[in-house]
């Protein structure tokens, strides 16, 4: 993931170049470039630009206008970034990049849907880009432009790729309901794995905010119950994504599936996740919470090959396996 860059305005402010103060145009090129060619016209204040010499400056050819008050560098590379950045500042000073276009921008959600299974609803959640301003404001330069009684805090907010925007647990709760079960999956995982967040501070975000519309909270709070401790160990699954494997294979396969499944091989025992004992089909699922260190990874490694050696057939899946490709894997692994 690339690192997080944070614009400060005053930064600029008292940057130099060949020894000397920078001159007015060089100001705003110099944040631009920090903020994905963009620059909003109110920014200008901000980097001390005196009335009178703020439309000169913007009037410069290199600068092509986009949007009322928001212009781009000429000829800088169009991306998503880009035009993220954009849609923040056409909101105004204050607006966040929020929903599935935070996670985007903190990849760990795709920009680009996958058409198919998904409803057309979360399909346009995916393809817009989000932005979230505080319910006083009344700008609304974006379509999906959200407005939030919650957000008078900014403190939590960080700036990603050049752009501000909501913190990982907010973009996480905000976007729940568009996502499918094995995105969320994925995007929870993978942001516990990077250390971008905990169960704690998912938790704790999660009872700061309060009900709205499309918040899913029971969805939620089920993942969170299954990744503590005494779910855990009560449980014949070792994380949600296994308890998801149990239930996608127990729908479309006839053959008795195991959880935790122990063989004896030399002498020594082996768990696997799942298993299909009659056929000697292995399911191991790979999640964030085991195999996080060199060591287990080269333990894991071994036990897979003594249990392959031993004639059984090895599915591996992780949590950005649909509930479709789990079953075909395994299907396949049967007729093969």
């Not at 963009?38 to 005196?50: D, H, K, S, T």
């Not at 609803?121 to 432009?145: A, G, T």
Request: net charge positive.
């Amino acid at each position: 993931m690339p690192g997080k860059i944070e614009i400060l305005p005053s930064d600029v402010n008292n940057s130099s170049s060949n020894g000397g103060s920078l001159n007015n145009f060089e100001k705003i090129l110099l944040c631009a470039t920090k903020q994905n060619g963009v620059i909003a016209r109110y920014q200008l204040a901000e980097l001390g630009i005196p009335t009178g010499s703020r439309s000169t400056a913007l009037n410069h050819p290199l600068f092509h206008k986009v949007a009322l008050g928001i212009y781009v560098i000429e000829a800088y590379p169009l991306a998503w970034h880009q035009n993220a950045t954009i849609a923040v500042l056409s909101c105004g000073p204050k607006a966040l990049l929020s929903h599935t276009s935070a996670l985007i921008n903190l990849e760990l959600l795709s920009p680009s849907s996958k058409r198919g299974p998904y409803q057309r609803y979360k399909n346009l959640v995916r393809d817009q880009i989000h932005v979230l301003s505080n319910r006083r404001s009344q700008i609304r330069s974006v379509k999906s432009h959200h407005r939030s009684l919650s957000i008078d805090d900014y403190s939590t907010s960080t700036v990603v790729n050049g752009i501000p925007q909501v913190n990982i647990e907010r973009a996480i709760v905000d976007s729940a309901r568009s996502l499918e079960d094995y995105e969320l999956d994925s995007i929870v995982e993978n942001a516990f794995m990077q250390g971008l967040t905990t169960p704690i501070m998912l938790g704790k975000e999660l009872e700061k905010l309060r009900t709205a519309p499309g918040r899913e909270r029971r969805r939620l709070l089920e993942y969170l119950q299954h990744y503590s401790a005494s779910e855990l160990r009560n449980s014949k699954t070792e994380s949600l994504l296994e308890r998801r494997v149990l239930l996608a294979l127990k729908k479309h396969i006839s053959l008795e599936v195991f959880p935790q499944y122990v063989v004896l091989l030399h002498g020594h025992q082996y768990r696997i996740d799942f298993a299909i004992p009659s056929k000697k089909i292995a399911i191991e699922v790979d999640s964030f919470q085991f195999h996080r260190t060199r060591m287990q990874f080269d333990n894991d490694r071994i036990r897979q090959n003594v249990i392959i050696n031993a004639g059984w057939k090895m599915v591996r899946v992780t949590s950005k396996f649909t509930d479709e490709e789990i079953v075909t894997a395994v299907l396949q692994s049967l007729n093969s």
